[in-house]
């Protein structure tokens, strides 16, 4: 019977069966082994985490273009205004202070700005 091996973001292994492993796998590339144990390392996870911000942005950046020019063709100011506001918060939403602050991987999963972003993932 094959032993299935982990392996962890430093190329470190242990098999599965004589490790502790996280409870879910969504920070899978920032796990670190010590012993026996695997857990998340917060400042590889945040890199990921911003990574899946640019991956959810992508899409709502494509509908928001859409809404722009709406507003731009309408030449309404009010709603240009709007839309430029998004694509703001949109940019700036993996440079979020509440990612920095950060200290754990359960502070990192709140992080997920959902008026911004829309449903959390992590979730």
């Known amino acids: 019977m094959a032993t299935t091996t982990i392996v962890d973001k430093d190329g470190n292994?242990?098999?599965?069966?004589?490790?502790?492993?996280?409870?879910?796998?969504?920070?899978?590339n920032a796990w670190s082994l010590s012993g026996s144990v695997i857990t998340e390392d917060v400042a590889a996870s945040k890199v990921i985490f911003k990574d899946k911000i640019r991956e959810a942005r992508t899409l709502l950046f494509d509908a928001e273009d859409v809404i722009y020019m709406r507003a731009l063709e309408a030449a309404d100011a009010d709603a240009q205004a709007a839309s430029i506001?998004?694509?703001?918060?949109?940019r700036d939403a993996p440079a979020d202070l509440a990612i920095a602050s950060a200290n754990t991987i359960s502070d990192l999963k709140a992080a997920w700005d959902t008026s911004v972003l829309g449903d959390n993932p992590y979730l």
């Open 13 to 28: 292994s242990i098999a599965y069966d004589d490790a502790t492993v996280p409870s879910d796998r969504h920070f899978r």
């Open 85 to 90: 506001a998004v694509k703001i918060a949109l």
